[in-house]
């Protein structure tokens, strides 16, 4: 199976702190991404990667930054985090083979509250 | 650019009785479309996908999914919801380059006894 996991489940930061959230897969999946859910807003992206050192800007860069030195890693970074940064934060891979027909795998997700 | 609405934020069912969860897409080309559900404090798993052929796609869980073009729709059906189910569950719709999705708002279903 393929497994996506996430550094923390719940995360408490506080404004203006430097947060790194970590993702990690297993199944040699080029694509990942980053997204954050709040209710009623679905899943927004916030940056994806296609192969290691790459990185693209989704929907929501701002406020954001990511790293993947490694093709199973990639890290998304708040850099000062603010209040309006709560939220949850889901990491996604897929396999590149397939091009549209890829499926996208999740992990359990992060919940940050920022305060 | 594509969207996907999902008009019910909430909807609340009978154990055993039927769901559907109305999704409407906007896309020009032939849309690839998935259904992914979301249990309490779990990641998003995939429960069927529509890229071409048969408009009517099975999934897991006993779920099934109807493409409708001449409606933009791609409503999630079951015929006997269990407590199981209650989820929250998002449609998507891959972007026309490719390897990136967008998701609906999401409909939060609640299960009664």
């Known amino acids: 199976d393929v497994k996506v996991t996430q550094s923390s489940r719940y995360l408490v930061k506080r404004t203006g702190e430097k947060v790194f959230l970590e993702c990690v897969q297993d199944?040699?999946?080029?694509?990942m991404f980053w997204y954050r859910q709040d209710p009623g807003l679905g899943l927004r992206l916030i940056y994806f990667?296609?192969?290691?050192?790459?990185?693209e800007k989704g929907d929501i860069p701002e406020g954001y930054s990511v790293s993947r030195e490694k093709k199973e890693r990639f890290s998304l970074i708040l850099e000062s985090a603010s209040t309006n940064q709560t939220s949850m934060y889901l990491c996604?891979?897929?396999?590149?083979?397939?091009?549209?027909?890829?499926?996208?795998?999740f992990g359990p997700g992060t919940r940050l509250t920022v305060l | 650019a594509q969207s996907v609405t999902q008009p019910d934020i909430h909807i609340t069912v009978s154990e055993g009785a039927s769901l559907e969860l109305r999704c409407n897409y906007s896309?020009?080309?032939?849309?690839?479309l998935f259904w992914y559900v979301q249990s309490p404090g779990q990641g998003l798993q995939l429960l069927l996908k529509?890229?071409?052929?048969?408009?009517l796609v099975q999934g897991i869980k006993g779920f099934e999914a109807e493409f409708k073009r001449s409606q933009s729709s791609f409503n999630l059906r079951k015929p006997s919801v269990h407590w199981s189910d209650a989820a929250e569950y998002f449609c998507?719709?891959?972007?026309?380059?490719?390897?990136?999705?967008?998701f609906g708002g999401g409909t939060r279903v609640l299960v009664k006894p």
């Open positions: 896309y020009g080309a032939t849309p690839y």
């Open positions: 990667s296609y192969d290691v050192k790459m990185k």
């Open positions: 199944m040699d999946h080029e694509n």
């Open positions: 996604a891979s897929s396999s590149r083979q397939t091009y549209r027909n890829n499926e996208q795998f």
């Open positions: 529509y890229f071409s052929g048969d408009t």
């Open positions: 998507a719709v891959v972007r026309a380059a490719g390897n990136k999705l967008t």
